[in-house]
């Protein structure tokens, strides 16, 4: 992914740059939700040598409501979202403590990194976000990311530290995500009843993956494959690997330089965690800011010659004549959905052509839909802009619609 906020992948000062996503079971114990520090411990010292061997380091650390919930004697997590997040609130201090004295044991300062999804829904902010980073790598200084529970609601969440992380690593272009979780791996079925079940080493397409049926092992694992799929989008490795042997990044790592150096030709066969591959056609910086970076605020039906123009190779904007119908209400500069609505064998369905930021409102796309760019100025009383979604403000997720498939075809209105 390239960029403002981009610095480029294994050249300069460092090796690669790594994000490593720890999960409250590999912090807490389930039951008593003490610390767990001999497996903290083990991080910490492995995360020292890589930055050591030249690799730039950022973790993405749940645990919070875990450690509040052991600081305030509690035994169970509240049920309602404000109890919630003052415990997050007393946990998060003291979580940050714990980081604190143990990479100080190696002269290794960190930095908090609070996030919300709202937060990187303003480009200035998440651009900020992004220069922030990178002054903390180049300070040497190890980023310790959460999300900002305290403020955060039903709307603007991640959802999980899993989708934070592949944010993250989005943010920072890393070259390497690892999200370590109870699991030496991603399975063909659950391990721990299924004794048949066999290791998935290398992922190269997680849509392939899921319309094969894998059960995908263990609870949780769901939320890791939409990590993969966004971190795999800005072009960042993601490995699933076991969070109580930490040290097994490095040979991990290893595994990788060596196929890279030695056969980067020939099929990578890792022997441990699950590798999901980079996409070699990475978005540029912008295009996935769009994508995972933004909420979506509606839906904007288009036509057939609109998805036709969309999904070329030249890449045309949105124009107001291809919009057949607008669902949701939604301002100018926010983010929509651009869908369809193709003909199958079991009837008709939506599919989704991709995502854009609008230059109109809700309101003012309904009065302008099907009509040429030149018809915009009489109806509106006034145009900013000749194009509803601008290409640059516009991504597409899917190029595989047989257009004479779509229900909806051309016809132009003509304003009255």
């Not at 391990?191 to 998935?200: E, G, W, Y």
Request: glycine share 8%; hydrophobic share 40%; with cysteine.
């Amino acid at each position: 992914m390239q960029g403002q906020c981009a610095k480029g992948k294994g050249t300069g000062r460092h090796k690669h740059t790594i994000v490593i996503k720890l999960g409250t079971t590999s912090i807490c114990d389930e039951g008593t939700y003490m610390p767990k520090l001999s497996n903290l411990s083990l991080l910490v010292e492995t995360i020292v040598q890589l930055r050591n061997a030249g690799h730039q380091v950022i973790i993405v650390s749940s645990g919070a409501v875990g450690v509040g919930l052991r600081r305030l004697g509690l035994d169970k997590r509240p049920k309602h979202l404000p109890g919630v997040q003052a415990v997050a609130a007393v946990g998060q201090g003291r979580l940050m403590a714990l980081y604190d004295q143990l990479f100080q044991l190696f002269d290794v300062p960190i930095a908090q990194v609070l996030l919300t999804r709202d937060n990187l829904a303003d480009r200035s902010q998440y651009l900020n976000a992004c220069n922030t980073f990178k002054e903390l790598l180049q300070m040497n200084v190890v980023p310790i990311v959460n999300e900002n529970d305290t403020v955060s609601n039903a709307e603007i969440r991640f959802g999980d530290n899993d989708t934070l992380s592949a944010i993250t690593a989005g943010m920072v272009n890393a070259d390497l995500l690892f999200l370590l979780t109870d699991v030496e791996c991603l399975y063909t079925d659950n391990p721990r009843t299924n004794p048949d079940a066999r290791a998935v080493r290398v992922v190269d397409d997680v849509a392939k993956l899921r319309d094969e049926g894998s059960a995908l092992g263990t609870g949780g694992m769901v939320t890791k494959l939409i990590a993969a799929d966004l971190a795999s989008a800005a072009g960042c490795r993601t490995i699933i690997t076991l969070g109580s042997a930490p040290r097994n990044i490095h040979n991990i790592i290893a595994e990788i330089e060596t196929h890279q150096r030695t056969t980067p030709d020939a099929a990578f066969e890792p022997t441990m965690g699950t590798h999901f591959l980079p996409r070699a056609d990475a978005m540029m910086d912008r295009k996935w800011w769009i994508l995972h970076g933004l909420a979506t605020y509606g839906t904007v039906f288009v036509d057939a010659g609109a998805v036709k123009a969309i999904i070329a190779r030249h890449r045309s904007s949105l124009f107001a004549a291809g919009i057949v119908r607008v669902e949701g209400t939604f301002g100018a500069q926010q983010c929509v959905r651009i869908a369809t609505v193709v003909k199958t064998t079991q009837g008709e369905q939506t599919v989704e052509i991709g995502k854009g930021i609008t230059n109109l409102t809700s309101q003012e796309m309904t009065r302008v839909k099907g009509h040429k760019s030149g018809d915009i100025e009489k109806l509106l009383g006034y145009v900013d802009s000749g194009c509803v979604v601008h290409r640059d403000n516009l991504v597409v997720v899917n190029r595989d619609v047989r257009v004479e498939d779509i229900v909806f075809q051309p016809s132009v209105k003509t304003p009255t």
